[in-house]
Structure formats: C-alpha cells, structure tokens
C-alpha cells in the first residue's frame, strides 16, 4: 500500500512527462552502509527497515547492503551457532514481510543453512514486495592472509538449485540469477558477494554478457591503507568493461575490531564513471543515492559489437544464467488499494496513465506477457515523481567541469589537432623550410583563430618559420573594423605572413554577372548574398595555395557540421584539411584559454586571443545599418550551448529527443544550480525554458537531417572527441535523405513546451 503523498506522486508523474526519472531510462539505486549490532539479527532487520523506509520516500529502486548485514561479517565461529542462523531466518522474514509496502528491490546479506543443515551459505537475499527473488551465495570464498571463510562457509559456485532453510520452507539458492524488472526498461540486477569481483574472472562478467545491466556487490572487505582504492579500481574495471552499473557497499561501524578495522565505504559506477560515493569511517548510516543511466548501458553494449561477439565466444559458460526472475517495480501488486491507505471509495485514485515511448513499450511488453500467458493482468501502474536526478549532468557535456579534468581534455585536443596536420604537411612535403605551406583565412573570430594558433605550433614542431604560414583576412560587405583588425594583429603577432585581400569588388561583379539586385545597387541580403561571400573567400584560397605551393586548411567546427551552418562546396565547408572539424564551437574558447594560461604564445598574442574570446559569434555577412544589431549567429539557429548539449547526446549516447531534452530540462532548467566550466563568465550564465528547449531541438533537428549531404562530403580532419566525430569515414554514416519524421514526432508528442 501506498501513502496519500505516494499517491500525489504518482498522479503528478502521469500529467508531467518530466516529472519521474523512471520514464527517461533512468533507475534510481542506494548502495548503503549502517550501523551493525553484531550477532544481533533482531536489531539489524529493525535497522534495515528504518532505512528502507525513506529510502521508499526518496523513490529508491535498488537498495544494496553490505555482505551479511543482518548479522555481522566478523562473527567468527559464531556464525556456525543455531542461535545465531536461527536468528538470521527470522530476520529475513521480518524484512520480508515489511517489503510488501515499500518500494526498492532489496539485496541485503544473511547466513543461511543448507536444506539438510550440513553447510552454511554466505548469502545476498535479493527481496521485493513480499516476494523472495533470489538468493545468491558468495562463490569464492577467500581463505587467505586473514581471511578464513571456508572454515564456515560453502562455496555457492556449483550451489545452483541447491536449497537452503527459510522460514520452515526450502528456498532455492539462485547463483546465476538474474532479475528483469519489467516496468523499468533495461534493468536487469545480477548479485555477488564481496570477494567475487576480486577473482580474474568475476561472476559479474560473465552475468554482464548474459544481460545483467546493474551489479550489486555486498563486500565485508575489512580496511587496510591502499584498499579502497583497490576497490574502486576494480569496481570501475567491471563497469567499464561489462558496460554496466556498479553497487557497492561495505562493512563498517559496528563489526569486531578484535584483528581488523572497517571504513563502510559506498559508491556507484556507470560504464566506468563514478556517479557517486559516501564519507568513509562514518559514524551511523551512510548512503550513496544515484541515478543510474540504463538507457546508456543499453546504447553503449548495442554501439559496441565485440560486447556481443564476447558473449557468443562464452556462449557455453552462459548456458547457466537461463532461468530469469521477473518483477515490476511500480506494480501491479494484488492489493486492491495500493493508490490509497484509507478505507474509503477510491473513486479519485489516479487512473494508471502511460505517457511517454518508455511507458507505452513497457506496457506493450506486458499485454504480450499477457496474451502469451492467458491471464488478463492489470495495467502497468504510472512511475512516482522522483524530482530532479540525482548524479552529475554537465551542462557542456563537451566541456568538463572540474578545472583539471578541462585542462587535460585541452591539452590533448589542441595536441591531436596539431598533430593531425604536422602529419599531413609532412606526407606532402611541409616537413622541410620552403616545404608545402599552410594557407588560411582568417576573421578575427574563434574558429579561425584556433585554427591559426594550431598551425603556429605545427610549425614550430616541424622546425619551420611561422612566416611560412600564409594567412588572408578578406573583409567582406559585413566586415567590422574590430574583427579585421583582430585578425591582422593575431596573424603578426605569431609571426605569420599577412595579407588582407578585399573580396568586395569580386563579389559585387559575380552578384551582377548572375542579374543578383544587390549587383545593380539594391539592398538585398538573401543567401546568395551570403554565400557569394563565403564562396569568394575560399575561391581566392584554393587559388592562392596553388600560387604559393600549400594547402588550405579548414577552420569550421564540429557544431557547423551538425548545423550545416557552412556554405557547400567552394565555401567553409572545404578545404584541403580541416583542423577544427572535431572540435565543437563550445570547447572552442576553452581550448584558447588553455593555450593563453599554458603560455605556449607571448604576451602580445595572448592579449589579442583574449580579445577574440569577447567578440560575439558572427558570419558577418549581412551588413548593419547604424543603430542595428551586428548579425549574430546564434539569433538565427539558436545558442551553441543547446546545440552542442543535443549533438553530444545524439552523437556519442544515441538518444532519441525526448530524453535528450529532459536532460537538456535537467542541466539547464536553473542557471542557479550545478557548476559551470572554468573561465565561464557570470554575465554569459543563463537558463532555458522548457519551451525554449523544445524549439531549439526542433531546429537543431531539422537542420541535423537536413543538412547530411554536407557532412557526406567532408575532408580530411582528425577526430578529437570521445564525444564522437561526422566524418563519413569515422564515427557518423547517414544517409543524406533519409527522413526526420519519427524524430520530429517524438519532440512533438513526448517533449513537454511549457
């Protein structure tokens, strides 16, 4: 049964697409260290139970405790005592029944007996909703150093179908068990114990293979200098290799310190990401409380083919896992009023409303189960509000928040860029004085710059002048004096050869050759004012780097790519190398203040990068009369930081639009909260509204499809980015005509616009 605040949960959750985690791919997980009454089993279900019930009120999914929790891990001898396992049983019973009104799959620790009372099994008891759903033994028992678990316990690695005493019945011990929850799509909870992930090849590797999406280990793992690190090690390992959630929880206050010491360490990884973990040494409860990304595990192990051939080269060994446990964790239960504690006509109970993909394909599985089943069952109940998610969610998912983790992922983008075009120039000749030349346009704007600084070090690895570097600015109709200017002092003050080449007359002739009215004197500023500019600029370098024996090298930037904000063909979108085309526009200024802070230029060249940084983004194409805001790129498709959030997720996660926008909702609903990258300044931090998300991600989808036949046709440039790349050879292959429309459905049916 559930409390009239349950009940207000769920009924917001069905009217608000965004208002539960549940229906965005996401679980919510608790690994949980307490307090433990050695040998006192009474005292630790009572313990458990306080603790399972706020986590029930934080809308917990998982809860997972440490190794033999209900008793003690440092019984010794005592765990051999019928008292004690007496004791034990009751206590899982106590749990058991106290489940049926509580939310989270618990995964808690107990010792149990063999059928015929001849051995003992160090046991995780997996329970839910008055209902026993696994019991899995620890299978390597370590008896070593000062580990001496064989002397109580049986191994549980053959223990398959073997049964253990519970509650006057036989239970069967489920080693390979792996739990499906239903309702809550890509999750599927495999258990071991402690020394289980220590061995080389843990139960959970092959359990991850076999489909288990999230690993509970319940650990004792006594404390030395160095362990926990261990742990982590290990943990990461298994998450990022099993491209699975990791749960762990340890030991600590309350267990013998006759030989040993406990730090009741928690934490969760995600593929290989720490989503969180608690204080160590604590003094009473501790939990870490997480959203763990099914959606993601789900992505990456479908991306990553070998997952699947790994599991057809184990296939044998995987045989053991068939036998499934099924579950629901929002119901349906067989109690009649589980909307409502009270005795009254539930006429107002809040109907089982399904919103969203996740909802409805939940419960198209569940008519299936039905139908193939005979039983009519119940509608899948609506998932509660959950409020925001709880782990980190950058809002440039391009740009790392930790200062240093930035720095590094600066340090080696700027050094693959430099590197891919060292290699090139040395393959055609530019590895010499006199050699084949790097020829560039410059603006004056980010991009551009960049991708100029980028040459400079190239040189100077290749032990050349930079004066070899040929670098045009060409004004055009829309050219401001702050950006032209800009750009002639960044070109002397790196020592390259300058040259300013005015494209005006040119264009003006090309306008009235085509009949264009701007050629006859009218202001008219279409595309194909536009695009004569940006077309004319790198006509003039294809030219010049045949003139002068060099290559032009390609300053646009991932984010355009996506956009198809370039002019095709002879424009931006060509060149003979394009350095900064895994780079997106976001990362771009945070690369350029790691090459101002790393001093890699003199003063002189930092302080005009420094004026580059506070220019706005503009093509400069269209000119402004007095009085008039300068053209702007991002007032005509939207900011970047939208932008670069959906390609990110797009591109590396493969999320749909819905989902992407609820993160999107989530990172950047309140500029109040989270941090925000080094160097960020205050002015530029702003939040967007739910309205202004759906928008822009409709415009960002429209463009993204719209627009392949660009990316279809790129050059050459290095991919940077774990987050991925659009080059046709690399990350991104898309047909050029294939069609929007599922995705523009789904932001119009699933994203919420108020």
């Known amino acids: 049964m559930t409390s009239a605040t349950d009940t207000a949960g769920h009924a917001a959750a069905a009217t608000d697409p965004h208002a539960s985690i549940y229906d965005h791919g996401f679980v919510r997980v608790a690994a949980v260290t307490l307090p433990v009454a050695l040998a006192d089993p009474a005292a630790n279900a009572e313990r458990h139970l306080e603790v399972l019930r ?21 019984l010794d001898d005592l765990v051999l005592q019928e008292p004690l396992l007496d004791a034990a049983e009751q206590a899982v019973l106590t749990v058991l029944e106290a489940s049926e ?24 008891v997996v329970i839910h909703r008055g209902q026993i759903l696994g019991i899995a033994p620890k299978q390597n028992l370590p008896t070593y150093r000062e580990f001496y678990e064989r002397r109580w316990f049986a191994p ?22 792996i739990i499906q929850v239903e309702d809550v799509p890509g999750l599927s909870l495999f258990v071991e114990v402690c020394e289980d992930m220590w061995v080389p090849v843990p139960p959970s590797a092959e359990a991850a293979l076999a489909g288990a999406t999230v690993i509970a280990n319940l650990s004792g793992s006594p404390i030395t200098i160095g362990r926990a690190e ?31 010491a406990w730090d009741g360490q928690t934490f969760v990884y995600e593929c290989g990401d720490l989503l969180g973990e608690s204080e160590r040494f604590p003094t009473g409860v501790r939990s870490t409380i997480v959203d763990v990304d099914l959606d993601r595990i789900v992505v990456e192990r479908r991306r990553q083919n070998t997952f699947d051939d790994n599991r057809r080269t184990h296939a044998a060994s995987l045989e053991k896992f068939d036998g499934w446990e099924e579950t629901t964790l929002f119901g349906p239960w067989d109690a009649p009023d589980c909307w409502d504690d009270s005795d009254e006509d539930d006429e107002e109970a809040p109907e089982p409303i399904l919103l969203g993909g996740r909802r409805r394909a939940a419960q198209a599985r569940h008519d299936a189960r039905s139908a193939a089943t005979g039983a009519e069952l119940p509608a899948l109940r609506t998932p509660p509000a959950t409020g925001p998610l709880r782990r980190h969610h950058d809002r440039f998912p391009f740009v790392p928040d930790d200062p240093a983790r930035l720095a590094q992922d600066c340090y080696e983008a700027y050094n693959i860029q430099v590197a891919g075009l060292v290699r090139r120039l040395k393959q055609i000749g530019g590895d010499m004085p006199g050699g084949t030349r790097p020829v560039i346009g410059v603006s004056g704007g980010l991009d551009s710059t960049h991708a100029l600084i980028v040459c400079a070090r190239a040189m100077d690895l290749l032990g050349r002048d930079r004066s070899e570097i040929l670098a045009y600015t060409m004004p055009g109709f829309a050219t401001t004096e702050h950006t032209r200017s800009n750009a002639e002092l960044l070109s002397r003050a790196i020592g390259a050869s300058f040259e300013t080449i005015d494209i005006r007359p040119a264009s003006t002739q090309m ?3 085509m009949g264009h009215p701007f050629g006859e004197g009218e202001p008219v500023y279409d595309v194909t004012f536009e695009n004569v500019q940006a077309g004319m600029r790198y006509d003039y370098l294809f030219r010049l780097a045949n003139h002068h024996g060099g290559i032009v090298v390609g300053t646009g930037d991932l984010s355009e790519l996506a956009l198809g904000w370039c002019t095709y063909g002879v424009g931006d979108h060509m060149s003979h190398y394009g350095v ?34 506070d220019t706005e983004i503009s093509p400069e194409l269209i000119p402004t009369a007095p009085g008039q805001k300068a053209q702007s790129t991002e007032d005509s498709i939207g900011p970047y930081a939208l932008h670069d959030f959906a390609l990110y997720h797009l591109l590396r996660r493969g999320y749909g639009p819905g989902k992407i926008a609820y993160l999107a909702h989530q990172a950047w609903g309140d500029a ?19 309205e202004e998300i759906k928008h822009w991600l409709t415009v960002f989808t429209r463009r993204f499809f719209n627009n392949q036949f660009k990316r279809s046709a790129l050059p050459n440039a290095p991919k940077v980015l774990a987050g991925g790349s659009l080059s046709p050879r690399g990350d991104w292959r898309m ?3 294939a069609a929007s429309t599922a995705w523009l459905a789904e932001i119009e049916r699933d994203v919420p616009g108020d």
């Open 672 to 690: 109040e909260a989270g941090e925000w990258p080094a160097g960020y300044s205050e002015e530029d931090r702003r939040a967007y509204s739910r």
């Open 735 to 737: 047909p050029s005509d």
């Open 54 to 74: 706020d986590l029930h009120d934080q809308q917990v999914g998982i809860a997972v405790f440490p190794e033999l929790s209900l008793t003690g891990y440092s």
């Open 511 to 513: 306008l009235k050759d």
């Open 156 to 177: 549980g690695d053959d223990a398959a179908g073997e049964e253990v005493i519970l509650g006057g019945q036989f239970a069967q011990l489920t080693p390979h068990g």
């Open 230 to 260: 261990d742990r982590k090690l290990m943990a990461r390992s298994a998450s990022a290799r099993g491209q699975a959630a990791y749960i762990y929880a340890a030991a600590g206050e309350g267990e013998s310190t006759t030989d040993l």
């Open 101 to 124: 009104e509580l939310m989270p799959i618990i995964v808690l620790g107990a010792p149990l007996r063999a059928k015929d009372r001849s051995r003992v099994f160090n046991c995780a």
């Open 580 to 613: 900064n085309a895994g780079v997106p526009k976001t990362l771009i200024q945070h690369l350029i203040r790691w090459v101002i802070s790393e001093g890699i230029f003199d003063a002189a060249t930092a302080e005009v990068l420094r004026a580059v940084l």
